[in-house]
């Protein structure tokens, strides 16, 4: 294919500080779903591309481990006022390859300073412990990288979700293979570079293009001791198995079908903002986007101020585009079958056009009442700007409708009554509840994960709990002085 004529030059894989060619990959095109073109193209990497960064990450491992940790938070300091310096720049690129709206990318990537920070308070936080567990002998334990790690994103998030893992891994003393979604890939290689340009060291970060091969090369090779994952259920589920199959580290993030629960004493104007901005923030295609609601006895005057706020969502100013034609197919297909099946659409944002995008790939924002639990548009992730609404008469069977789901990322429940919060706080089964919040993200330092197909594995991938996930306990016990009584454990 031509490349000269590419808005970005094609994408070449970061290996050991530089840009790599890859002279036998075949390429994908890339597409900005804000207009339908081909923007860029993307090597389609091999097994040996990913060894050849593999072993970049493998030379580079004992310097940094062996630095210490205040000195390697160091660089992500100089980083994050690099991202705040490039902060327009980063949030156009995701704009274009994701097709948020500016102000949606711009979040994204304050959200990318959020975590840096975080990652520069790790030093008080990984101090370690220290105990005299017998008269002159004293056991320590600290934290140790594990090695070489790799970290697989999802398209949803091009710079947001690449630094749920970057900055805490290495500076935890992790080198690092990322893997970024091939429908984003221009936000991996300015990550990448602005990380050489604040002084991370050749070879701890390395960038690896590709599509499934390059997973599946990640989870067998002998050489990456961790693997993160973040996109759907079904490939969560495989590469978890597969990882772990062949004795890695590995946490995995799915999809998501999150229930808003509403009941009538909820705050009118509060709720229909909240539930609105849910549904639609992102084009919907957020893991935590509250995708389904569940209205609680009497709430149509809320659902009319809900479809009023929604109205307020036009594609092309405040509502992005979603990330293919593909997508938009299935999302309008979903809403055309639930209206077959007898839901009522009260706001339909199929066949959305936006003037000077016409080939873009929008969907309006659209609000379905009377949805029913056995439909496909309440158990099926639909990653698009449409909220399904189920009636129900009690807080009980709004509670069994979000149970039975069989995601577990998150739920919230909007209500003026504490006593009602505190019974949804206890009975949702998910990992993340929002009480009037319609996207509950724990910020940091507060750890991001789901429960149940939403999450496979052990620790969250952000916060406290990813420092869990990335270092490995080295318990040392010493013993100095000869004269001490010797005892069974001495
Ligand atoms: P995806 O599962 O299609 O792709 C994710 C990654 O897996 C990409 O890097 C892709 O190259 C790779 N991949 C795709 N098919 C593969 C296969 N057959 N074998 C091995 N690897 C494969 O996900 P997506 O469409 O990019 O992202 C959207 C999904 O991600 C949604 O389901 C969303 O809910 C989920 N997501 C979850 C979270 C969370 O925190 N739980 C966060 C963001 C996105």
Not at 31 to 44: C, E, T
């Amino acid at each position: 294919m031509e490349t000269q004529a590419l808005k970005y030059p094609a994408i070449r894989n970061y290996v050991a500080g530089q840009p790599i060619d890859t002279p036998a990959a075949a390429l994908l095109d890339v597409f900005s779903p804000l207009s339908g073109a081909v923007i860029s193209a993307l090597p389609l990497s091999s097994a040996a591309d990913l060894d050849a960064a593999v072993k970049a990450a493998q030379a580079a491992f004992p310097a940094w481990s062996a630095t210490p940790i205040k000195e390697r938070v160091q660089i992500f300091y100089r980083y994050k006022t690099l991202l705040e310096r490039d902060m327009k720049a980063l949030a156009d690129l995701v704009r274009e390859e994701n097709g948020k709206t500016l102000d949606e990318a711009r979040a994204e990537v304050e959200k990318a300073v959020e975590l840096t920070e975080f990652a520069c308070s790790l030093p008080q936080l990984v101090q370690g412990e220290f105990l005299e567990v017998s008269k002159g002998v004293e056991a320590r334990a600290e934290r140790k990288p594990l090695g070489v790690v790799a970290s697989i994103a999802p398209f949803n998030f091009p710079n947001m979700v690449p630094h749920w893992t970057i900055p805490n891994a290495l500076v935890l003393g992790n080198c690092m293979i990322l893997k970024p979604s091939e429908k984003v890939p221009l936000s991996a290689v300015k990550i990448a570079e602005l990380l050489k340009e604040a002084g991370l060291p050749d070879g701890v970060l390395n960038v690896v293009n590709g599509d499934k091969t390059i997973v599946e090369a990640i989870c067998d090779h002998p050489d990456i001791a961790a693997v993160s994952f973040v996109g759907s259920t079904p490939i969560a589920k495989t590469v978890y198995i597969r990882a772990t199959s062949n004795l890695k580290r590995c946490v995995a993030l799915g999809g998501a079908k999150n229930h808003l629960m509403v009941l009538p004493d909820a705050h009118p104007d509060m709720t229909a903002s909240n539930v609105a901005a849910s549904m639609s923030g992102c084009a919907g295609q957020r893991c935590m986007a509250g995708s389904t609601m569940v209205g609680v006895g009497a709430v149509d005057g809320i659902v009319a101020k809900i479809v009023e706020e929604a109205r307020k969502i036009v594609a092309g100013q405040n509502l992005g585009s979603v990330i293919s034609k593909e997508a938009k197919e299935r999302i309008e297909q979903h809403i055309a079958e639930a209206e077959a099946a007898g839901a009522k659409v009260l706001l339909d944002g199929r066949h959305a056009v936006v003037p000077g995008h016409e080939n873009g790939y929008y969907v309006g924002a659209t609000v379905i009442d009377y949805v029913t639990p056995d439909m496909r548009i309440a158990q099926e992730e639909v990653f698009g700007p449409v909220l399904a609404i189920m009636r129900t008469n009690t807080l009980d069977e709004a509670l069994a409708i979000e149970n039975a789901n069989p995601y577990g990322n998150a739920a919230a429940v909007f209500t003026s009554s504490g006593a009602s919060a505190r019974y949804v706080m206890d009975h949702a089964n998910a990992g993340m509840i929002g009480v009037n919040i319609g996207v509950p993200v724990p910020r940091e330092p507060f750890s991001f994960g789901g429960w149940n197909e939403s999450k496979f594995g052990a620790c969250d991938i952000t916060g406290k709990s990813s420092i869990e996930f990335w270092t490995q306990l080295k318990k040392t016990t010493t013993k100095w002085n000869p004269e001490s009584r010797v005892n069974w454990m001495s």
